[in-house]
């Protein structure tokens, strides 16, 4: 299988396991790559010292290429705090209403620091560093690179690709608007950046050919099998990045009602939602986003995302998926739950059957 990016990184196949904030475990990571593919631990909200431990343990079980990934971000929040006051009671009448004991809590900080978090990824010197929400600056580029860390940048347009191709990334992940999660646009108002990625690899090529040509493009959204992989190739692309394929994966620390409300999923019930983290985000459309407070609207991510932060862990624990932020893209429903090593083994199954190679 000839692929620049997974020639450049050293693993076999053109598959990479999206890094997923709050849903990767180090046992996902290390079995898609120890399969051939390229796991990805997602640690935007993980702190610097989680960080390390985790990616101690997927060095413990695999010796394989892997990805860390985080959110750029800035190190410190202003939050008007008349507005958190606001959000605050009317997501704890929400909780009372819906029966659940917990209620939104000050955290000490709205989100980990972003550099403290670079300086542990640098530390764990994974094969490849994959960044969103932003671009990283020119110092750090220099740091991944010193380490010779492949540097990952997201991009939801073919302008944040140059963007990103502009501060030296290796290589540049392109989001389709079918994309699962957080929205990683940075240099745009996120409704303008809802591109298909039918639409943005070819753009995003075509874009980095003429500025970048050493610079292959990743598709991410929407891709759920061997054929969806081979489209996204055919298109320009260099290697597939998929999640919601992964998060029926056993693997996965998605909470089981998640797990099962995705396979359930009609694609008309999977939109854009702000009022889990402030930031533009897809997900099922479910109790918790029908029944959104007003007051949190206006709330800014990392905020809102921290406010909710314990409303999201006691619905996991209770088992109400329809309080839970419940990320997935467009295809959910084409998820196949099944352990994360046999899940790699039928995707690349079915991309050789499409490409009419030889199956192995
Ligand atoms: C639950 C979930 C969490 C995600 N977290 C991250 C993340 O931490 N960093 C990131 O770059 N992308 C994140 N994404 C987006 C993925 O990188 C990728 O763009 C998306 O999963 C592709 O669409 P798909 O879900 O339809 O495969 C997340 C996606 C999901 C579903």
């Known amino acids: 299988m000839t692929s620049s990016f997974a020639n450049r990184i050293g693993i076999e196949h053109p598959l990479i396991q999206a890094p997923m904030a709050g849903s990767t475990t180090p046992a996902l990571v290390a079995a898609v790559s120890n399969a051939g593919g390229l796991g990805s631990l997602g640690a935007g909200y993980l702190e610097p010292a989680a960080i390390l431990e985790q990616a101690e343990e997927i060095r413990r079980l695999s010796d394989r290429p892997y990805a860390i990934g985080l959110f750029v971000l800035p190190d410190e929040f202003d939050a008007d705090m008349k507005a958190v006051a606001q959000a605050r009671e009317q997501l704890d009448a929400l909780m009372a209403r819906e029966g659940l004991e917990v209620r939104t809590g000050l955290p000490a ?159 008309h019930q999977i939109t854009t939602i702000r009022g889990f983290s402030g930031r533009a985000a897809r997900g099922l459309r479910n109790r918790f986003v029908e ?15 921290a406010l909710t932060a314990p409303l999201r862990r006691a619905a996991a624990a209770a088992g109400r998926g329809d309080l839970l ?29 499409a490409r009419r190679m030889p199956v192995t």
């Not at 750090?140 to 492949?150: K, Y």
Request: charged share 20%; hydrophobic share 50%; glycine share 8%.
């Open 291 to 305: 029944a959104m407070p007003e007051a949190v609207a206006g709330l800014p991510y990392p905020v809102l995302n």
């Open 109 to 267: 900080r709205w989100a980990p620091r972003f550099s403290d978090q670079f300086a542990a990824l640098c530390e764990a010197r994974p094969a490849v560093a994959s960044f969103a929400f932003g671009v990283i600056s020119p110092v750090q580029m220099r740091e991944l690179h010193q380490r010779e860390i492949h540097v990952v940048g997201t991009a939801t347009t073919a302008d944040e690709a140059l963007a990103w191709a502009d501060a030296g990334a290796d290589s540049v992940c392109v989001q389709g608007a079918e994309a699962g999660g957080h929205r990683g646009t940075f240099l745009h108002d996120a409704e303008d950046a809802m591109i298909g990625l039918f639409a943005l690899v070819p753009l995003a090529v075509r874009a980095l050919a003429q500025h970048a040509p050493k610079v292959p493009v990743i598709a991410s959204g929407g891709i759920m099998d061997g054929c969806g992989m081979l489209a996204a190739e055919v298109l320009g692309a260099s290697a597939s990045q998929l999640g919601t394929a992964f998060l029926a994966c056993p693997e996965c620390s998605a909470a089981e009602p998640w797990k099962r409300d995705l396979l359930d999923a009609s694609e």
């Open 325 to 353: 932020s419940e990320w997935c893209g467009q295809a959910a429903s084409l998820a196949r739950p099944q352990p994360a090593a046999e899940l790699v083994a039928r995707l690349m199954h079915e991309y050789r059957l």
